[in-house]
């Protein structure tokens, strides 16, 4: 499983979502153009010590990143979705796309997507902070898959038994 972010544009999202990522064992991948500059200090301040932790791929593009996934399946977090985060079957090797903090996702990239969900709210209210979303969605998934950190050694150990 892998956390992604499409043109991300506030550095300190991305910061923290570094630190979950490193803390979480998984990778983060950034799908570029960002909004900001990696050497920008709120990046490095909300990563703390963990940036240099945590596993970062970054794509030049939509198109490139989806050539080097070929085969896993692309699920976009969204709130145009119906579909509901907890109420959906996550796989171990899903890919959880997150969209620009300012304006989601353009119709294209979702259309690329296989699966779309999104996160209950009280109506009237638009949205959550793109690393609350992100941390909300992915910690569903890593359970649901026997992923989460503990939770992954202890399961495979159980399995080779």
């Known amino acids: ?5 499409f043109q991300p544009e506030i550095p300190q999202n991305v910061g923290t979502l570094m630190r979950f990522a490193a803390c ?3 990778s ?9 500059l990696f050497t920008d200090k709120h990046l ?3 990563g703390m010590d963990y940036i240099e932790r945590a596993v970062i791929h970054r794509s030049p593009s939509w198109k490139a ?3 080097m996934h070929r085969g896993a399946r692309r699920i976009a977090v969204t709130g145009s979705s119906a579909q ?3 109420e959906f079957s996550f796989e171990a090797s899903d890919l959880l796309i997150m969209g620009q903090e300012s304006v989601g996702f353009p119709e294209d990239i979702l259309i690329d997507c296989h699966e779309t969900v999104g996160i209950p709210m009280v109506p009237g209210l638009r949205s959550l902070n793109l690393a609350l979303a992100a941390a909300i969605v992915t910690t569903e998934a890593l359970r649901q898959t026997h992923q989460l950190p503990g939770e ?3 399961h495979s150990e159980t399995e080779s038994k």
Do not use: S, T, W
Request: hydrophobic share 45%; glycine share 6%.
């Open 152 to 154: 992954r050694y202890e």
């Open 44 to 46: 490095k301040r909300a």
């Open 1 to 5: 499983m892998q956390l992604v972010l």
């Open 65 to 67: 990143f989806c050539e």
């Open 84 to 86: 509901m985060y907890h």
């Open 28 to 36: 983060l991948n950034i799908i570029e153009p960002c909004g900001f």
């Open 24 to 26: 979480m064992g998984m």
